[in-house]
């Protein structure tokens, strides 16, 4: 847990005040009667104060004047995620929020949440390790460290040192008398005197009859074997059914657990499906700034582009030369006029020559390519005045045709230009985009329908919630040490039924044999009736004697187990509160004192001197007042970390090293720094000694010096960079 920020209102001497905290190492310094006192005083009670309960110590802390009770606001993150702590004395209200808002305002739920972050449950435990001051240094809270260690060990409510003492004290109860004389025998020693006693007044009237003394020792050997098979099938009976109901409680947590499991997918898929209608709504709002592009539009785009399409290919058409056009080529009819002229030339020439047959056909040959000249002429002018027209006609139609081709054109650059679009393909891809964000935005929204099925997702997450303490409890039960020794393996079970029905069998068959014994009992009981009543009361005594043997032989038996598991499990706590102090303490020390141990039971510090030659016990005078105050403090910053449970709450250091040297101090701030590694440090001094290790300098001035209130302490933060802090963890893994 990193504590961020502290805001206070009618709190003693801060009467509206805000501190901002760093990781690693924050020094407090300021006289004394400046408000160190209250800072801290004030951190505690925002980590364990109940509002809800006007305690005088509540009204203590009430600022002089005030008409109303403190409030106390604490900010601060675990595994990186923030949270608001806020304790109203004066509506005794306390609530928790995290980053996105949500609430806890139980202060049950708000205590447990903080307890599991700080992993000191009690403000007893915290006041025992994590906070130092430096007028209770050396007073560790031994009752408060014993009473967890103890819970550590039997996994109960009750400190097992004391139902260790109770359980020795019940078995010399039990055998008070029975190894020796004692002036208030026991109820061993008791029974075993009231069946002797019983047994030899019923010596002496045994002359009623052989007959009947053995059916009476019969009668009596029966019954206690009956007895003893009733109480071992109970015995086995109970075991079994405790079984029975560890494979219930392991049901149980598999179907909560699938449960769990579905439900966090569940809340998963909720969140993830929230995020992305979130990213569809952001993106329609985008896509729908300049208007919605209706299907109409666009279909009416596409028409007019088709039209301009059609027009464009007819004045192309239009455009084309004529390729049918048919006429006689100019030079050959100049060839046949040049043919024509010369033949007449000739024909001429030949008949004035006297050559008149030749001369006659040449004339008419001339003649016949003259008319051939001409009539492709004539052919010649008649075909060019029909391509002529048809060429008028065709300009005409192209005229009309590209004026409807720029017409189009203009209405389709009107109607596009209202759209938004440079371009038809924009629009089409707008409308595209615009259809699939709708579709994908109306899937979304029946996916969550279909997740949430008609429930809040507060229900969902409170259901959730619900299911995993559920489970907290279940595995608790399940990995209790009771549980845990009483568990059989499937093998184990079966082989108990075998026995429960045997012993089942067995129990019946002696009862019927006990009830025909007890017929001829009272058969052959003719004048035997005070006989009969001996050795009844010696049968009952002796019943009675064998129940406080076997009760006897119970205690022992948890007695030992009991004994075993805690010198188990202490001599664990025990060394690692051994080898964290000792490192503590060489470091303090500067190597000169390098061992520390925990005595057994009671918690009773010593240290080993080189000096001495031995163990020595930190106290004045045999060692110095800054060497006791040393010992002690490595002693509670090691309890931190085995009661913790592997959280790190911050530490809270009232001037512990006031009676330290300049060397001591110089180790005293290597000291803080290496525990700012795992550890949030608050370190309230009056002297400037540890300002230069510390990430953040809280200067606090005389009270007197502010007439109302501390709006902003005066903070110094040294330039380096901040220690690394190993994550508490998930805070509601025990969380919503």
Not at 582 to 600: A, F, P, T
Not at 636 to 663: I, N, Y
Request: proline share 3%; net charge negative.
């Amino acid at each position: 847990m990193i504590l961020k920020a502290l805001h206070l209102r009618r709190f003693r001497g801060l009467d509206h005040a805000a501190f901002t905290f760093a990781r690693g190492v924050n020094v407090i310094v300021g006289p004394n009667e400046a408000g160190k006192s209250t800072l801290r005083a004030a951190l505690r009670t925002a980590m364990y104060s109940n509002p809800a309960t006007a305690s005088p110590k509540v009204v203590e802390d009430q600022t002089w004047g005030a008409t109303e009770l403190p409030v106390v606001v604490l900010e601060f993150e675990v595994d990186g995620k923030p949270f608001i702590l806020t304790k109203d004395f004066s509506q005794r209200k306390a609530s928790l929020t995290d980053s996105s808002g949500r609430p806890w305002e139980q202060y049950k739920v708000v205590q447990e949440r903080m307890g599991a972050a700080l992993g000191l449950a009690t403000e007893a435990l915290f006041d025992a390790t994590a906070q130092v001051v430096q007028a209770e240094l050396e007073r560790t809270h031994l009752n408060s460290i014993a009473k967890e260690l103890g819970q550590k060990v039997s996994g109960a409510g009750e400190d097992v040192i004391t139902a260790i003492r109770r359980l020795d004290q019940a078995v010399k109860d039990l055998e008070r008398g029975t190894k020796g004389l004692a002036k208030e025998p026991g109820l061993l020693r008791s029974l075993e005197e009231r069946v002797k006693a019983l047994q030899a007044d019923a010596e002496r009237l045994r002359s009623a009859g052989t007959e009947l003394e053995r059916k009476q020792q019969d009668l009596a050997r029966v019954r206690t074997e009956r007895a003893a098979l009733a109480e071992t099938l109970a015995t086995t009976l109970a075991l079994l059914e405790a079984n029975r109901g560890l494979l219930r409680l392991e049901s149980d947590a598999a179907a909560l657990r699938r449960e769990e499991a579905m439900l966090d997918e569940k809340v998963g898929k909720i969140e993830t499906t929230l995020s992305r209608i979130a990213e569809l709504d952001k993106a329609l709002e985008t896509a729908t700034a300049s208007g919605v592009i209706e299907e109409e539009t666009v279909q009416a785009l596409r028409l007019r582009r088709e039209r301009i399409a059609m027009k464009g290919a007819d004045a192309a058409a239009l455009r084309a030369p004529e390729a049918d056009r048919q006429t006689v080529p100019s030079g050959r009819r100049s060839v046949l006029a040049i043919i024509a002229a010369g033949l007449l030339i000739a024909g001429a020439a030949a008949y004035l020559a006297g050559l008149r047959v030749p001369g006659i056909a040449s004339v008419i040959g001339g003649a016949l390519a003259a008319g051939v000249a001409y009539a492709s002429a004539r052919r010649a002018t008649e075909l060019l005045r029909l391509a002529e027209a048809r060429r008028l006609d065709r300009q005409t139609r192209l005229a009309t045709v590209e004026a409807e081709e720029a017409q189009e054109r203009v209405e389709f650059a009107e109607h596009l230009q209202q759209t938004g679009c440079g371009s038809l393909q924009e629009a089409e891809q707008r409308l595209r985009a615009y259809r699939t964000l709708a579709d994908d935005r109306r899937r979304a929204a029946d996916l969550l329908a279909a997740l949430r099925e008609g429930s809040a997702d507060e229900t969902i997450v409170d259901r959730r919630n619900t299911l995993r303490r559920d489970l907290f409890v279940i595995d608790e039960r399940l990995n209790a040490p009771d549980s845990t020794q009483r568990r059989l393996t499937p093998l184990e079970f079966q082989s108990h039924e075998r026995d429960a029905e045997r012993l089942a069998k067995d129990v019946s068959a002696v009862e019927e044999q006990e009830r025909r014994l007890g017929w001829e009992v009272e058969r052959l009981a003719y004048d035997a009736e005070t006989l009969a009543s001996l050795e009844e009361q010696a049968h009952e005594a002796g019943e009675a004697l064998a129940a406080a043997h076997n009760r006897l032989a119970v205690y022992k038996a948890a007695l030992d187990g009991l004994t075993e598991a805690r010198r188990q499990a202490e001599v664990e706590y025990r060394q690692i509160v051994e080898t964290r102090a000792s490192e503590y303490v060489q470091i303090l020390s500067e190597g000169r004192y390098k061992r520390l141990q925990v005595e057994r039971g009671s918690m009773k510090v010593v240290v080993w001197s080189d000096e001495a030659g031995g163990w020595v016990e930190p106290k004045e005078p045999h060692l110095s007042r800054g060497t006791v105050d040393l010992v002690y403090l490595s002693v509670r910053l090691a309890l931190v970390d085995v009661l913790a449970g592997g959280r790190h709450p911050p530490l809270l250091l009232d001037d512990p090293f006031v009676t330290f040297d300049d060397t001591r101090r110089a180790a005293a701030a290597r000291l803080l720094k290496e525990l700012s590694r795992t550890h949030q440090v608050f370190l309230f001094t009056c002297n400037r000694h540890f300002d230069a290790g510390a990430e953040l300098v809280i200067e606090l001035p005389l009270a007197a010096a502010i007439p109302q209130a501390i709006s902003e302490p005066a903070a110094r933060t040294v330039s380096r960079p901040e220690a690394e802090v190993s994550p508490v963890g998930p805070l509601w893994d025990q969380s919503p």
